[in-house]
């Protein structure tokens, strides 16, 4: 589909993936204003070589003006490959050296992350675990579910440095900020991509510090996955 002349005003943002492993991106949307006759369309954006993103969701904004349309605007610099979304709760913006905009078969009914079913949703299970020295691999963030999943390799204890396959899962979502430089966060990274993080289990925020970037959650519930 080309890349100009998009209706982005009151068009529906359904979510984005990120792979730092892959440098990827995904972004589901409905393209398409209602209100002056244009009939949405199930989109996705996909990104290759990725070289950074920027995001600022506010989750109950965003679930409030969704039947509306909760993007206000947006334009595209193919020449750049870079996106830029307003949103009515945050914005986002991805850079990447190759872009590319596709109609996709809508999807059926949509569920939570997988694997949170059934574990305990507590933040006191992330506390427990040392996330220094970790490895960010994957970002889904998800709007109209409300939730978020992170995939990492952790340490299962702060004596072990062999990292095992995980997954943080938030649900009841509130807002999410991440600024990543991708270029930087991919590639094998010996003492992991995280060189720190902060679990406020009261105020329901989890913040993880990378090796140049962050990405800060606020949700009701947060799981914690080990494969």
């Not at 730092?20 to 209100?35: A, E, P, S």
């Not at 307003?86 to 850079?95: D, I, K, Q, R, Y």
């Not at 289990?201 to 993880?208: S, T």
Request: aromatic content about 8%; charged content about 20%.
């Amino acid at each position: 589909m080309p890349l100009d002349n998009i209706a982005f005003h009151d068009s529906i943002f359904n979510g984005v993936s990120i792979s730092l492993v892959q440098r990827t991106c995904r972004i589901g949307l409905k393209l398409g204003d209602w209100d002056v006759g244009r009939d949405r369309t199930v989109c996705e954006f996909s990104f290759n070589e990725m070289v950074s993103l920027f995001g600022r969701f506010d989750f109950i904004e965003l679930a409030e003006n969704a039947w509306a349309g909760n993007v206000q605007d947006g334009y595209v610099d193919a020449a750049d490959s870079r996106l830029r979304m307003h949103l009515t709760g945050g914005t986002l913006e991805v850079v990447a050296e190759s872009i590319l905009l596709s109609q996709v078969a809508p999807s059926g009914a949509v569920s939570a992350c997988p694997g949170a079913e059934g574990a305990e949703a507590s933040f006191r299970s992330i506390e427990a675990v040392d996330l220094d020295f970790s490895h960010l691999e994957l970002i889904e963030i998800s709007p109209v579910t409300g939730t978020c999943r992170l995939g990492m390799r952790l340490r299962r204890s702060a004596g072990l440095s062999e990292r095992a396959t995980a997954a943080l899962i938030f649900e009841g979502m509130s807002s999410c900020i991440a600024h990543l430089d991708v270029t930087k966060l991919s590639g094998e990274h010996r003492f992991g991509n995280v060189v720190g993080g902060h679990v406020d289990a009261e105020q329901g925020r989890v913040r993880l510090y990378l090796g140049d970037g962050f990405i800060e959650i606020v949700s009701r519930a947060a799981s914690l996955v080990w494969a």
